[in-house]
């Protein structure tokens, strides 16, 4: 029976999903790359893509949980901080979370054909770590991607998990929120991991759990305060993963 359904998720894999989303995925990068820069990322840097990422997760028969949708306010911005396990955590973030969000991603990144042209011109920031003069013009660039209720989404870690469970989380996000003195929002994703691990090709359909916790304030933190900041959102995020991330 195992090998049966193996076979069937093969075939569906490389027969169906695959030539379905290189065609949405194309499709998209071409919508972005017409519309933004004519009527604005705004709209058409954030709806389109939003689709896109929830007919993947549709299209890789994965079931979507979602809780917490009521602790956001989608006039107000944010700085999005969560757990990265997989490729798919960006279609389950893109796709469920229901906020405007830009995304702070990899310089390398930028070199996908039509994808990397198309998150230009929807206004995502690429991070570039070349010296310390680039890392602070990629924070100046996420400030002002910041306005009207758009969010910057990241994740802290820097690189998915190669077991699922949470590594150490990086300053930038909060350095950006400490700055601009927007609220930080941890986000608990459970289930990318079985989708889509790192290094490797194989799709295998798996529940996805996004969980949005109550924001943290920041308008009365000092930058002395940032190390505390940190601990207490991975705090937050790891007392929402599945126990099979925490043992």
């Known amino acids: 029976m195992r090998l049966v359904k193996e076979s069937f998720m093969f075939l569906y894999q490389w027969l169906i999903f695959v030539p379905i989303f290189v065609l949405f995925t194309v499709l998209t990068a071409l919508t972005v790359m017409i519309f933004a820069p004519?009527?604005?990322?705004?709209?058409?840097?954030?709806?389109?893509?939003?689709?896109?990422?929830?007919?993947?997760?549709?299209?890789?028969?994965?079931?979507?949980?979602?809780?917490?949708?009521?602790?956001?306010?989608?006039?107000?911005?944010?700085?999005?901080?969560?757990?990265?396990?997989?490729?798919?955590?960006?279609?389950?973030?893109?796709?469920?979370?229901?906020?405007?969000?830009?995304?702070?991603?990899?310089?390398?990144?930028?070199?996908?054909?039509?994808?990397?042209?198309?998150?230009?011109?929807?206004?995502?920031v690429f991070v570039d770590n070349s010296s310390p003069a680039a890392r602070a013009n990629t924070i100046k660039e996420a400030k002002m991607k910041i306005v009207d209720g758009v969010s910057i989404m990241l994740f802290p870690e820097g690189a998915r998990s190669r077991t699922g469970k949470l590594g150490r989380f990086k300053r930038g996000a909060y350095q950006i929120a400490y700055e601009l003195k927007l609220p930080i929002v941890p986000l608990?994703?459970?289930?990318?991991?079985?989708?889509?691990?790192?290094?490797?090709?194989?799709?295998?359909?798996?529940?996805?759990?996004?969980?949005i916790h109550k924001p943290i304030p920041t308008e009365n933190l000092t930058e002395a305060d940032i190390p505390a900041?940190?601990?207490?959102s991975r705090e937050i995020i790891h007392s929402a993963l599945w126990k099979e991330f925490t043992d």
């Open 188 to 211: 608990t994703l459970n289930g990318p991991f079985h989708v889509l691990k790192r290094g490797t090709l194989r799709l295998k359909p798996h529940k996805l759990e996004l969980l």
């Open 38 to 124: 004519i009527f604005g990322s705004r709209y058409w840097g954030y709806v389109p893509p939003r689709w896109w990422s929830r007919l993947t997760c549709w299209l890789a028969l994965c079931r979507i949980k979602t809780n917490g949708h009521e602790n956001l306010d989608p006039k107000q911005s944010y700085i999005f901080v969560a757990n990265h396990q997989g490729a798919f955590d960006i279609f389950l973030t893109f796709g469920f979370l229901n906020q405007n969000i830009k995304w702070v991603q990899k310089a390398s990144l930028r070199k996908i054909p039509l994808v990397g042209f198309a998150s230009e011109k929807a206004g995502h």
């Open 229 to 232: 900041l940190i601990d207490q």
